[in-house]
């Protein structure tokens, strides 16, 4: 089972580092999607930004320390529920699919962790 947590650890912060990656770099596909149709402000880029590389890092932490891995696991899955609610709230069933998959793979990187605690 920790071979799985590994592989999906590793897997959830490619991920996340590369939808942070986009939105600093401000990816037209990115600033479409997250301000133009979900309408957060583009001056939340850096911070949403800044929290999935801080999650990334954490579940790779966690892999070694299983209180941080739950804990950057968890907050993964909350970013990206909120993420799912935003594209909801806007009824936006185009874009939804993008954070339906890191969520998840955060679901999934937390359910490992703990039962591999």
Known sequence: MFIALVI?????????????VMKLRK???????????????LRFLPVLAALEIAGALGIVAGLWVEALGIAAAAGLTAYFVGAVLSH???????????????????????VLRIATA
Do not use: Q
């Open 8 to 20: 999906l650890t590793a897997l959830l912060a490619l991920v996340a580092v590369n939808s942070a």
């Open 88 to 110: 909801l709230r806007v009824k936006d069933m185009k874009g939804l699919a993008m954070p339906l998959v890191p969520l998840a793979l955060s679901i999934a990187v937390l």
């Open 27 to 41: 990816d037209e596909r990115v600033v479409d999607v997250i301000h133009g149709t979900v309408g957060v402000p």
